[in-house]
């Protein structure tokens, strides 16, 4: 991991646990079709196989994509946007093929 995905990933992780996170309705209605739950998301931010600079989203923020491991073993990815003030914005999540 680069530099700069690690530290996206670290901001990521203090958003998380100083709860500067919000989801967007997508992402709510993803991570319950796919039965999946928080935990899984934090398994994937503590433990990513990889993080992936998407590009930035509608307003600006770079846009990453976190994949990994869900907590029962499947492969997950989850697309988060940084804003300026540090708050993660959880986007999407998706099966990872």
Do not use: C
Not at 19 to 40: K, P, Q
């Amino acid at each position: 991991m680069d530099e700069v995905a690690q530290k996206s990933l670290e901001t990521i992780r203090l958003a998380i646990e100083d709860e500067r996170i919000e989801m967007t309705s997508h992402f709510d209605e993803r991570i319950a079709e796919r039965g999946l739950l928080w935990v899984d998301v934090l398994v994937v931010v503590d433990e990513p196989l990889r993080m992936e600079y998407q590009e930035l989203e509608e307003h600006g923020w770079p846009k990453w994509k976190i994949a990994g491991t869900s907590a029962d073993g499947v492969s997950v990815a989850i697309v988060v946007a940084i804003r300026p003030d540090n708050r993660v914005r959880f986007v999407t999540i998706f099966w990872e093929e």
